[in-house]
Structures are given as structure tokens and as C-alpha cells.
T-cell receptor, first 113, second 119 residues
Framework: GAGVSQSPSNKVTEKGKDVELRCDPI?????LYWYRQSLGQGLEFLIY????????KSGLPSDRFSAERTGGSVSTLTIQRTQQEDSAVYLC???????????FGPGTRLLVL | QKEVEQNSGPLSVPEGAIASLNCTYS??????FFWYRQYSGKSPELIMF????GDKEDGRFTAQLNKASQYVSLLIRDSQPSDSATYLC???????????????????FGQGTILTVHP
């Protein structure tokens, strides 16, 4: 079946612009995670959804970052007023109902110039 | 001290040998422990998880956990060139929100160990 999909696959933006990253989890998966991976930083947790609610959003780096999930399915990560340090690969993962990010999407490579 | 520490390597082993990957963690409250494999340019994939002290085997992979020593390892037997990848250790800590709820959805990852298996 289809895996986790993310769009866009690559995004280049100018500093100060807003960006939206989209994640489509595997159908029926209630748990959804956002992580980011940058050189020298490893994989960094951002937020975890169970259904449409986010029990843990402790990893969001600043109030420029927000995420929502609607219909227990698609999630959008929004970064406002992007900064160069936001450049990274943003990864989404989902799982049926456990609290383990088991299935990762291909990621969105964000470059802020 | 980093929450999860791994030797960055690279670790180089000959084909057919046992590759041993190590990870230490700082928080004794850690509940669950995970190993992910990440090929260059690809996303991580979960290969093993372990909750209890001792060994857990799955095919050529064995995860070992020692909570007293705060140490988790991954052994790969009969290593193959296709095992060449970065191996990420991750631990799971409970998160207690201000509202009083507890969730376990956050994993803290180590920096990863690069493994190269040469023919």
C-alpha cells in the first residue's frame, strides 16, 4: 500500500517568507510525528499528534513554527518568517496507534536563502 | 552531557563479521529504546525496539539493553555490504504536559554511527 507522502519534496525560499509543508500519513494511522534533520544536529523532534490533537508540541523551536492536523489525516507544518537556521530536511512519520514513529516519509528539503 | 550518545564512527567491518553498535543515554526515566537504519539520502527505517533488560533477537539483528548501565547496543551478525548505513539510536521519555497528561511520542535520537561493511 501507499506509504507516508510529503510535499513539496524540495523547497527553496527567501529569508522572511512563510512556508507550508504537508504530510499525508498512511491511511488509518492515528499517530503522526514531525521531525527535522540537519547536518550536525541529528534527528530533532518537533511535534506529535494523536488524532487531531497534539499531546506533545514541546519540540517546536519557536512561535514561528506551528502545525495542525485535520480529519485525523493530513498534517501541515507552517514556518513563518523563515530564517537560514530553519534549513533542514523535515520528516513526517506515522503509526497505526502506538507512540513509535515507525514509518517515515521521504521528507521535504527546505533551503532558506 | 548529550541525552543520547553514539560513537559517530565510521565503523568498518569485513563482510561476514559481527558489527557492534553502542549507545548510552543519560535519563534513567527512559522507557523504550529503538534502532533505526538510514541509508544515505533516505529516510530512517525502524529495525529494532527493546523495552526490557536483556537481549532481543530478530534475524541477524540483536538488541541488548542494560538499564543499570544506561546502555543499549545493536549487534549485526554476518554483516553484508547492504548493511552499510547510518544507525540511529533513539530513546523514549514520557512527556508530561501542563494539562496533566502524559505522552510517550517523543523520541530523542543520537547522532548516529556510520557503518561500512567491506567485501
Amino acid at each position: 500500500g501507499a506509504g507516508v507522502s510529503q510535499s513539496p519534496s524540495n523547497k527553496v525560499t527567501e529569508k522572511g517568507k512563510d512556508v507550508e509543508l504537508r504530510c499525508d500519513p498512511i491511511s488509518g494511522h492515528t499517530a503522526l510525528y514531525w521531525y527535522r534533520q540537519s547536518l550536525g544536529q541529528g534527528l530533532e523532534f518537533l511535534i506529535y499528534f494523536q488524532g487531531n490533537s497534539a499531546p506533545d508540541k514541546s519540540g517546536l523551536p519557536s512561535d514561528r513554527f506551528s502545525a495542525e492536523r485535520t480529519g485525523g489525516s493530513v498534517s501541515t507544518l507552517t514556518i513563518q518568517r523563515t530564517q537560514q537556521e530553519d534549513s533542514a530536511v523535515y520528516l513526517c512519520a506515522s503509526d497505526r496507534d502506538s507512540e513509535i514513529p515507525q514509518y517515515f516519509g521521504p521528507g521535504t528539503r527546505l533551503l532558506v536563502l | 552531557q548529550k541525552e543520547v550518545e553514539q560513537n559517530s564512527g565510521p565503523l568498518s567491518v569485513p563482510e561476514g563479521a559481527i558489527a557492534s553498535l553502542n549507545c548510552t543515554y543519560s535519563d534513567r526515566g527512559s522507557q523504550s529504546f529503538f534502532w533505526y537504519r538510514q541509508y544515505s539520502g533516505k529516510s530512517p527505517e525502524l529495525i529494532m525496539f527493546i523495552y526490557s533488560n536483556g537481549d532481543k533477537e530478530d534475524g541477524r539483528f540483536t538488541a541488548q539493553l542494560n538499564k543499570a548501565s544506561q546502555y543499549v547496543s545493536l549487534l549485526i551478525r554476518d554483516s553484508q555490504p547492504s548493511d552499510s548505513a547510518t544507525y540511529l539510536c533513539a530513546v523514549n521519555l514520557p512527556y508530561r504536559s501542563n494539562a496533566g497528561g502524559t505522552s510517550y511520542g517523543k523520541l530523542t535520537f543520537g547522532q548516529g554511527t556510520i557503518l561500512t561493511v567491506h567485501p
